[in-house]
């Protein structure tokens, strides 16, 4: 899968969007691009790539995340250069908060982001989670995330999972509900994203993809 020189990853609480962040990051580094990861989940304190640091120096990604992640202060500021990053890096990912409500972090730089033409936006779905177990629950919430951040999506990402206790027929049963939120959103699957050995194949745009966020009940 070759990343475009920006992707932002959106979609439900517990949809898995910050794993396939980190993966997706690693994999531009191990294709030798020079990949910058802006956290920018400033309502959810669990499940952030800000966590990642450490694993992120040791391949050469550089992290941003606002100022105070990690800390015990209640409202992190929004300190960050997307412009700058932009201009430094070969390939950015944006890992946006869960929900409408942490698009609205994403709004505040819809405009330089728009002026990037080598652009998507990927709507991470899990069947497994409540309140998009549908299809149309799942493109209800796409389109308020859209409204909240100002910007479009270009695509879906079927991350379909139960943390540990997912299987391999999870997985396939997912697929014709990533298809159908796709064609109700007029937008391509463009990565199903499982472990390499849960994945089908049929899957479309299989990227195998290894478990880094735990939950906190299994750390």
Known sequence: MELKKLTIITGHYGSGKTNVSVNLALMAARQGRKCTV????????????????ELFRENGITLKAPLYANSNLDIPALNISVKSILDESDCVIIDVGGDDEGAKALGRYAKVISECDDREMLYVINKCRYLTKEPEEALELMR??????????????????????????IVENSLEYARKVAEAAGLPVAMT???????????ENPVPIEIYVKTLWNQ
């Open 38 to 53: 802006i956290d920018l989940d400033i309502v959810n304190p669990y499940f952030r790539t800000a966590d990642f640091e």
């Open 144 to 169: 308020e995330i859209e409204t909240a951040g100002s910007l479009r999506c270009t695509g879906i990402i079927n991350n379909t999972n139960l943390g540990n206790e997912t299987t391999a027929e």
């Open 193 to 203: 994203s499982a472990k390499a050995e849960f994945m089908p194949e049929e899957a």
